[in-house]
């Protein structure tokens, strides 16, 4: 038996623990990516954190990988089958439906900032358990709405930090004169070609076979170069609304780059597929992608609801980004007392500066004037405020700037002032 006192307990495997001062930078970029989306007209929504596993085999799709291979699947006490939502989409949709939102004026937008979990190998940027912020626009199948919804994310993914690079497909509808029969072709390409895929990939593609193209394996990644793409075979109502797409990001400057072999790994996408992807994250750079999900609603068995809506990834962001201003730590200023009394009055002090906004601290340790500065140093703050005998008989405190090292004596009534942003 381990020792009482040892620490026999570490985070389950392709999960981590967020910790400051990276989680300040974790809160920053979701305040601003909901901050993003509400200039835009979409409300926040919150679902629960898992869901009857038929939501995802449903709409999701039993053939794709997320429900086949990676889901967090478990039985309650009252023998339901539960799953910890592995992506936003079909939660958010079955909520919209549960609760007749659809009813209304539509679109319905609605945004989110979730964990979702999948059991996949970790690796970088890439965790089982892992945060994504997203937008659903559902109730519209017009291709102004789809030129929106990319630029809400092209702009936010800007605005954090990050330079995306912009990858757009049409993979078509899901019927006979479009995606299925294209389908069927690729099907039988990849039956004539099995030999110069990867092992595992082979027994892929006769469930999904647009799976292939996401493929990682250089074999397989050199096979795919050679295969026929969804682009040459869309309908002709898809492709002039494609057109209609492209003009649309043309008239707001967005720019992007055309994928044929970008395709979404899950059953529900439809017609305009994208994808966003940035410098610095491996073979594994996207930050996140979306697109259109026309049989959602029905899969669910809702009505026919078009929709459209992207994820990004929060782990791949603070990855691809460096650190901003508006990551740091909110105090402000770090009060410094040498003594009880000094103590006392720099709880008057910090509270006083709460409560007009300024972020403050204080040490609560006891420790002398250099372990508290070093605790100064540690807040991240960016004045030391520090209060002694001496400041206390002159009604005053000595400000230093944690960054320049200068100090300077201020009465206390003007520490506010002194110390505000």
Known sequence: MADDNERSFSAPRGTNDLLPPESWRWQATTRRAMDSFALAGYAPVETPLFEHTEVFERGVGEGSEVVGKQMYTFE???GRSLTLRPEGTAPVVRALLEHGLDRGPLPVKLAYASAMFRQERPQKGRFRQFFQVGIEAIGSDGPIVDAEVIEV?????????VEPRLLLNSIGHLDGSC?????????????ENAETLDEEDRDRFATNPLRTFDSKEPATVETMRSAPVITEHVCDSCRKHFEAVRASLDDVSVPYDIDPTLVRGLDYYTRTAFEYVADGLGAQNAVGGGGRYDGLSESLGGPPLPGIGFALGLDRILLARPASEGDDAPVQAFVVALGAEAARAAFRIVTDLRSIGIGADMDHSGRGMKGQMKGADRSGARYAVIIGDDELSAGEATIRDMTSGEQRPVPFAEIAR???R
């Open 418 to 420: 002194s110390v505000g």
């Open 76 to 78: 309650d006490r009252g």
């Open 179 to 191: 995606r299925l029969g294209y389908l069927d072709r690729l099907r039988k390409w990849l039956e």
């Open 153 to 161: 994310g092209w702009r936010f993914l800007r605005d954090a930090g």
